[in-house]
């Protein structure tokens, strides 16, 4: 993304954050402010075999050159005053143990769990109006549309658990029936940082997904924040979700991806919990500038043939 572009983008990010304080757990999503198309680098459409890296060439590999960068997350976590939470991993890896750091309590996904139903609804029926605005406008008659197409239920969640399965998440289950009344169902599954950023580092390697992820690089004005304001990445793709919680304050959460120079990826997924939208995004968008200082720093990977 340029340089003008991303203040372009900036700018309608804070110009939507009074709109966006309903959440996405509303019926209808806020209206979208016309979106800033991010260019994602080409994907594969079939299964690869993942090339990972750790920081800059040359860099020591293991948990070790990590310690300055916790310690440094956790200065940036405690300046925000919310619960802040986030997982780092390399496109084609998993979740780093020495990056997933501040809050990892397994939280709703809201939202970021429309990424996999996207991608399980191209699976099973090909290329869906519905999941444009879906991804892009984080619009939910349009999931439910897509949920729909599944066969709603039990057929729907195990679709879209097969594809978390897929994308390196061994554990998370969508639910099949209603947990929360007045919310979609598969927007209150329980989906942890770590398994939310391995899926994620997997997601440009899987079959089917290109076209999500292009789709996650066009979002509109109600999810240009957190990763999306950063400066240094060459391309971003990114998905939130928001919404509140029974008893512990407003769930703000985001999964994404960024390129760096040499088409290589680093996928994040992180959260904050806090007493507003407002809040949270502002938090987000903190952890978002440790990332962008950071970025050479970050383990990344590709998707080889």
């Known amino acids: 993304m340029t340089t003008p572009q991303r203040m372009k983008s900036v700018a309608m990010a804070l110009g939507c954050v009074v709109a966006v304080a309903a959440g996405c757990t509303t019926p209808a999503d806020p209206a979208p402010i016309s979106p800033v198309t991010v260019t994602v680098t080409s994907t594969p459409s079939v299964p690869q075999t993942p090339s990972t890296s750790v920081g800059a060439p040359g860099a020591p590999s293991g948990s070790a050159p990590y310690g300055a960068l916790a310690a440094s997350f956790r200065k940036v976590a405690s300046s925000t005053g919310l619960t802040v939470g986030i997982a780092v991993a390399p496109v084609g890896g998993d979740a780093v143990p020495a990056l997933t750091l501040g809050d990892t309590t397994p939280r709703v ?45 039990q057929a729907a969640a195990d679709s879209v658990t097969a594809v978390l399965r897929d994308g390196g998440d061994t554990t998370t289950v969508v639910p ?14 329980i989906w942890a940082l770590p398994d939310a950023a391995t899926f994620t580092a997997h997601l440009p390697c899987l079959d089917g997904a290109r076209s999500v992820v292009t789709l996650m690089g066009e979002v509109a004005g109600n999810q240009q924040w957190g990763v999306e304001v950063m400066q240094a990445p060459r391309a971003t793709a990114v998905k939130g979700g928001w919404g509140p919680g029974m008893s512990d304050g407003y769930l703000v959460r985001q999964i994404g991806l960024f390129t760096y120079r040499d088409g290589q990826r680093t ?23 440790w990332l962008d200082a950071n970025m050479t720093r970050l383990p990344r990977g590709r998707c080889d043939a």
């Open 176 to 189: 099949a029936t209603p947990r929360r009344p007045g919310y979609t169902v598969f927007g209150q599954t």
């Open 109 to 153: 996904a809201w939202s970021t769990i429309k990424v996999p139903l996207a991608v399980a609804a191209e699976r099973q029926n090909g290329p869906i109006p519905a999941a444009s605005a879906a991804i892009i406008n984080s619009d939910n008659g349009s999931a439910e549309a897509l949920w729909s197409s599944l066969g709603g239920g």
């Open 267 to 289: 996928a994040v997924a992180m959260s904050s919990v806090g007493g507003s939208m407002t809040a949270g995004i502002a938090a987000l968008n903190a952890v978002a500038g």
